[in-house]
């Protein structure tokens, strides 16, 4: 189970963010739990240009990829801070990140209250329409006397709260696993492809069983992400340690949903490229995770040329850079692959595309690998 | 008497703004000024960082001229069922270093595109202008909400139906009566 959860404050010292720390580390067998922080949003203001907002589409992008949202509030002045509604205001103008999102609330609070008022208010914003969450009922974790209750390492000493925040964790649990979208989407666990495993698929050049099919890509010493013809992420292949962490939650969504607004026209002139067919094939080499990570865009297309949709090839490309470096390929002939091709096949020349094309693709080359800053490399 | 009136959201058109013009128009036996939120920073215990504790200089302004008021009208907005975070983080500077709502007597108005006219948002703003720390004197009763405001003004900015403005003048007339009290009690 993967949660978010968020600091509902932007004070620099605060308990609530040391009870979500507390959190993630007590409830650590049961869900990972990335914390977020208000603080990193701006101002709501309807009147600023929404494609400017990385940070609000960074929070959208963690929590529609979570299972549920842990909200820890504050109190102030009987209700919310306005840092926390400000966030919330963003999360539903013109967008629905809280929409059947299940949500558990706590809040801890210096005097013995322990933001109770705030939590009352909380709940009803949440339900309003445009909010639409979905919030554990009952459970409420109101921790008082904030700075009796915590050690200087941030555990809680009272055994009666650690007690009443398992008996309300265990709830929103289950709460969480009753949720339709979670039904819907399954556990992120998919060991198994869909129909039945042993059912073949007969290729031109062989056949394959599903599982067969599925683990081959999962094997590839390289990752791949297909998006559909009506531009929709429709696939990942499940390799372990991938470059790009995709998640289910995103299967189906736009791919438009996947980028950055700011990335997204450079992305979206590779797919209109594709689509017109002036080129087939964008690369990039990006520094990720400390890796040295080639990225390929393929159109791919049927055997008239339609275009079926794009295939995100990547992976670490360390261990190859370290075999040329080491001599391994010194000696052998210039451009091998195409002339010992071409003469085991007795042809000529193997086919070119025409001038333009040639051209196109390599203005386009030059124009990815200019975006590949940092933007791309936090947020894909 | 002599009124500040906030406008309770930070977009360049709002409601509440032309309500609150509307009322400083049409009550002019007092007078009333206009006060904008929308260049006052989010609320922050640690802003500005790294300097001495202080709080921003619109917020110095605007409670300078609520202590030298009679009285205050919020004209509320809703969202999300709740007071907007811009006018929520007004009180909270306004109730954090300095306290100048304390014991001031408060008159709530909205307005809002929906027929609700901001009445959820309006109950929360209630409660926190009752918290202690605000400790403002909120008007009780009459409750002024202006539903499907697109509707409601016309091209001077007058509101159109004269039962609405009858029922603004006798909540008008009721807080001029409440202040008083409020007033002479101090």
Same mark, same amino acid.
């Given at each position: 189970m993967k949660l978010v959860a968020i600091v509902g404050t932007n004070a620099d010292f605060s308990y609530n963010r040391i009870l979500l720390q507390y959190m993630k580390w007590h409830f650590r067998m049961a869900a990972d739990i990335e914390i977020l922080e208000v603080k990193q949003l701006p101002p709501f203001n309807e009147d600023l240009p929404? %494609?400017?907002?990385?940070?609000?589409?960074?929070?959208?992008?963690?929590?529609?990829?979570?299972?549920?949202?842990?909200?820890?509030?504050?109190?102030?002045?009987?209700?919310?801070?306005?840092?926390?509604? %400000?966030?919330?205001?963003?999360?539903?103008?013109?967008?629905?990140?809280?929409?059947?999102?299940? !949500?558990?609330?706590?809040?801890? %609070?210096?005097?013995?209250?322990?933001?109770?008022?705030?939590?009352?208010?909380?709940?009803?914003?949440?339900? =309003?329409?445009?909010?639409?969450?979905?919030?554990?009922?009952?459970?409420?974790?109101?921790?008082?006397?904030?700075?009796?209750?915590?050690?200087?390492?941030?555990?809680?000493?009272?055994?009666?709260?650690?007690?009443?925040?398992?008996?309300?964790?265990?709830?929103?649990?289950?709460? !969480?696993?009753?949720?339709?979208?979670?039904?819907?989407?399954?556990?992120?666990?998919?060991?198994?492809?869909?129909?039945? %495993?042993?059912?073949?698929?007969?290729?031109?050049?062989? =056949? $394959? =069983?599903?599982?067969?099919?599925?683990?081959?890509?999962?094997?590839?010493?390289?990752?791949?992400?297909?998006?559909?013809?009506?531009?929709?992420?429709?696939y990942f292949s499940d390799k372990p340690n991938r470059e790009h962490v995709r998640h289910t939650a995103e299967i189906g969504e736009p791919v438009q949903q996947c980028h950055p607004p700011k990335v997204w026209?450079?992305?979206?002139?590779?797919?209109?490229?594709?689509? $017109?067919?002036?080129?087939?094939? !964008?690369?990039?080499?990006?520094?990720?995770?400390?890796?040295? !990570?080639?990225?390929?865009?393929?159109?791919?297309?049927?055997?008239?040329?339609?275009? $079926?949709?794009?295939?995100?090839?990547?992976?670490?490309?360390?261990?190859?850079?370290?075999?040329?470096?080491?001599?391994?390929?010194?000696?052998?002939?210039?451009?091998?692959?195409?002339?010992?091709?071409? =003469?085991?096949?007795?042809?000529?020349?193997?086919?070119?595309?025409?001038?333009?094309?040639?051209?196109?693709?390599?203005?386009?080359?030059?124009?990815a690998s200019e975006h590949s800053d940092e933007d791309e490399d936090k947020t894909e | 008497m002599k009124i500040e009136a906030i406008v309770g959201s930070n977009k360049k058109l709002s409601y509440n703004r032309k309500l609150l013009q509307f009322i400083s128009k049409h009550f002019t036996d007092d007078e009333i000024h206009i006060n904008e939120i929308k260049d006052i920073p989010m609320f922050n215990e640690n802003y500005p960082a790294g300097e001495d504790d202080h709080d921003p200089e619109l917020i110095t302004e605007l409670a300078k001229r609520i202590e030298d008021a009679d009285a205050v009208i919020i004209g509320c907005p809703e969202y999300n069922h709740s007071v907007p975070s811009a006018l929520k983080s007004v009180i909270e500077w306004l109730s954090y270093r300095i306290h100048p709502l304390g014991g001031k007597p408060v008159m709530i108005v909205g307005a809002s595109i929906h027929p609700q006219g901001s009445s959820r948002s309006q109950t929360h703003l209630r409660e926190i202008l009752d918290s202690p720390g605000v400790n403002a004197e909120v008007f009780p009763g009459n409750e002024f909400f202006l539903g499907t405001a697109k509707k409601a003004f016309d091209e001077n900015g007058d509101l159109i139906n004269q039962g609405t403005v009858g029922f603004l003048e006798q909540c008008f007339d009721g807080f001029r009566i409440y202040a008083d009290e409020i007033h002479k009690f101090k």
């Open positions: 929404d %494609s400017e907002q990385t940070e609000v589409w960074r929070f959208n992008t963690k929590i529609n990829n979570a299972d549920g949202v842990i909200i820890a509030t504050p109190e102030y002045d009987h209700s919310i801070p306005a840092a926390l509604k %400000s966030g919330l205001e963003w999360l539903s103008f013109n967008r629905d990140t809280m929409k059947e999102k299940p !949500v558990m609330i706590v809040g801890v %609070s210096y005097g013995t209250q322990g933001t109770s008022r705030a939590q009352q208010q909380l709940r009803q914003m949440l339900l =309003s329409p445009d909010l639409n969450s979905d919030v554990l009922p009952g459970n409420e974790v109101l921790i008082g006397n904030a700075a009796k209750v915590f050690d200087k390492n941030g555990f809680v000493t009272d055994i009666n709260i650690v007690h009443n925040l398992e008996t309300s964790f265990t709830a929103f649990n289950k709460f !969480v696993k009753s949720n339709m979208r979670y039904l819907e989407r399954g556990d992120d666990n998919m060991t198994e492809p869909h129909i039945s %495993s042993d059912a073949k698929i007969q290729f031109r050049t062989g =056949s $394959l =069983s599903i599982k067969e099919i599925q683990q081959i890509f999962n094997t590839l010493p390289f990752e791949i992400d297909f998006i559909d013809a009506n531009d929709e992420f429709s026209p450079i992305v979206k002139s590779i797919f209109d490229s594709f689509k $017109l067919g002036t080129q087939d094939h !964008v690369e990039r080499c990006l520094p990720l995770n400390g890796h040295k !990570v080639w990225i390929n865009y393929f159109a791919v297309r049927d055997e008239n040329g339609k275009y $079926l949709g794009t295939m995100e090839f990547t992976g670490n490309v360390g261990h190859l850079v370290t075999l040329v470096k080491e001599g391994k390929f010194d000696g052998f002939p210039e451009g091998a692959d195409a002339t010992t091709g071409a =003469s085991k096949h007795d042809d000529a020349e193997p086919e070119q595309p025409a001038g333009p094309a040639m051209n196109a693709q390599a203005d386009a080359t030059t124009g | -």
